[in-house]
């Protein structure tokens, strides 16, 4: 057993022996959860957000992301996740009676692009805020292209339960202040995450194959693949190529050097990127001919443009810095960012995946959790890619401490070291709902085939069916699905008046004398 699996039973143990076990359970659970808008042809939405389901800039549980055809649905926080994906499927019944004769695509790799010009860019409004939102993602498109930003995926947040912080400061005799513990254990949980994250692609990854016009404005990209069929390409043991390097592919944020041993260090490294000017952007202009072309010409424009597999979260202000808020209010929770749509559930997540990721967040936090070296990041990230890409491959090697093992091997001694954890979380519970997702877990280690990456493209094969008409194909059944369930008159109406009150809110924000947009610029990046 390792050093690190000795931690954590050492760990759990002293919560058992002090009757504090109880404490693990109560975190609070939230899913996003991105799906494109397309038509019943196949092809991306070119309508605008449905002026029904409410003001994307306003809405508190229905928005847009990249695009304005890419919905984002959001659930708020629950302690039992059961409620969480209620919530979401609730938000999809919703969605689904004010959609006409288009309907979500239930995967994250897109289909139905007709070039970079067919996706349209999400539009805010006329407030500075809205302007900021939209020249962001104009920015994005002049850096990377819009294709890559149609990518979907599911987002889990989750928050420690707020008794169980000075109980693990006790058992730690930490010299830190609760608020210092609290934001150094949430970074632990993180760096133990980016050690074992690369375990959500090879359990969960659901995009082992791509529409060859996915390449149009990239074509340079598709020889590192195989042909599936005429329109598709793939990798035959691939898992999550949403998570492989043909995303965001930037020189420059490969260079980056974020730091998370600290969320001093985070902020203060992630600010320089945003500061940083960066030559190949500084081309393409500001503003050019009185339009802004991006927000500025620096590494990052803000903090959400680094993409990673998790975030630190802190609930921002209106117009405050993301950085800012944690520098001020430190970890409020950490959004997991690696999860693939799973095409074989209409809306995309089930109660198994959710308890089974809460069990893994709280294995990486009661884990020690080492510092990370520069040396390491680059070992996680390699270990990450060779699982998107290869993750099925039978003796797939991964980096462990810089020593070779099995991913299979691997594996399974991180389902070993979350046992004791779901015994906990399970106490009272007849359905052993935790424990029960992690055998089927252990069985999908063993039989690789079973993970939703081989059955797509399983299924795929059996049908004859390129990608783009297996994913259209099983979107159109989920939306036959939920227009059979339609939502309650009470929930409606709870919904219907969310959308009106974000119209209002929105409409209230624009009436309001706007200072300059340069001004409004200015004064969002000098925030210190």
């Not at 149609?150 to 420690?160: D, E, K, L, Q, R």
């Not at 592919?249 to 969320?263: C, E, M, T």
């Not at 202000?317 to 074989?344: C, H, N, W």
Request: charged share 20%.
């Amino acid at each position: 057993m390792t050093h690190l699996n000795n931690a954590l039973l050492t760990r759990l143990d002293w919560l058992n022996a002090n009757g504090h076990q109880q404490l693990l359970c109560g975190g609070l659970k939230g899913i996003e959860k991105e799906s494109l808008r397309i038509c019943k042809d196949g092809l991306i939405a070119q309508t605008p957000h449905p002026t029904a389901l409410g003001a994307a800039l306003t809405h508190p549980y229905i928005t847009t992301d990249y695009s304005e055809a890419l919905i984002e649905l959001i659930t708020p926080p629950f302690v039992d996740v059961k409620d969480s994906l209620a919530y979401l499927h609730n938000l999809h019944q919703f969605v689904y009676e004010h959609l006409g004769n288009e309907i979500l695509l239930g995967t994250s790799m897109p289909c139905g692009i007709n070039g970079d010009e067919s996706i349209p860019i999400a539009d805010y409004g006329s407030s500075n805020i809205g302007r900021m939102k939209h020249v962001y993602r104009h920015g994005l498109w002049h850096r990377y292209g819009r294709t890559m930003q149609s990518i979907a995926g599911i987002h889990f947040n989750y928050s420690v339960p707020e008794a169980l912080w000075p109980v693990l400061q006790q058992e730690k005799n930490s010299p830190l202040n609760l608020a210092q513990f609290t934001d150094d254990a949430y970074f632990g949980l993180i760096r133990n995450f980016q050690r074992m994250g690369w375990l959500i692609l090879y359990l969960f990854g659901a995009s082992p194959a791509i529409c060859k016009n996915f390449f149009n404005s990239r074509p340079a990209l598709m020889a590192q693949f195989e042909e599936f069929d005429s329109g598709t390409l793939y990798h035959p043991y691939a898992t999550s190529l949403r998570m492989s390097d043909i995303g965001y592919k930037s020189k420059n944020q490969a260079k980056l050097k974020i730091d998370y041993n600290s969320v001093e260090g985070y902020v203060s490294s992630l600010g320089a990127a945003i500061a940083t000017p960066y030559l190949e952007y500084e081309a393409i202009g500001t503003r050019v001919d009185g339009q802004y072309r991006q927000l500025n010409s620096n590494i990052l424009q803000i903090e959400n443009e680094f993409y990673s597999t998790m975030r630190p979260k802190q609930i921002a202000q209106s117009g405050e810095k993301p950085t800012m808020a944690l520098k001020r209010r430190g970890v409020r929770y950490i959004e997991m960012r690696s999860l693939d749509l799973d095409l074989f559930n209409p809306i995309g997540i089930d109660e198994d995946k959710a308890h089974f990721i809460e069990a893994l967040l709280l294995t990486c936090l009661l884990q020690d959790s080492p510092k990370t070296s520069d040396q390491e990041h680059e070992i996680n990230n390699t270990n990450q890619l060779a699982v998107a890409n290869f993750g099925r491959k039978p003796g797939l090697m991964l980096n462990k401490n810089q020593q070779t093992i099995l991913l299979k091997d691997w594996a399974a001694e991180i389902l070993q070291s979350m046992q004791a954890v779901c015994a906990i979380l399970d106490q009272g519970n007849a359905d052993k709902r935790y424990s029960t997702a992690l055998e089927k877990q252990r069985v999908m280690v063993e039989k690789p085939d079973l993970t939703a990456s081989a059955r797509m493209l399983e299924q795929m094969t059996q049908h004859q069916q390129p990608f783009a008409r297996f994913a259209l194909n099983t979107s159109i059944e989920h939306a036959q699905y939920f227009k059979s369930k339609p939502l309650d008159n009470d929930k409606t109406q709870q919904f219907e008046l969310m959308a009106v009150e974000s119209h209002d809110k929105q409409r209230e924000l624009e009436s309001k004398p706007q200072i300059p947009f340069d001004d409004f610029l200015q004064q969002y990046f000098l925030q210190a």
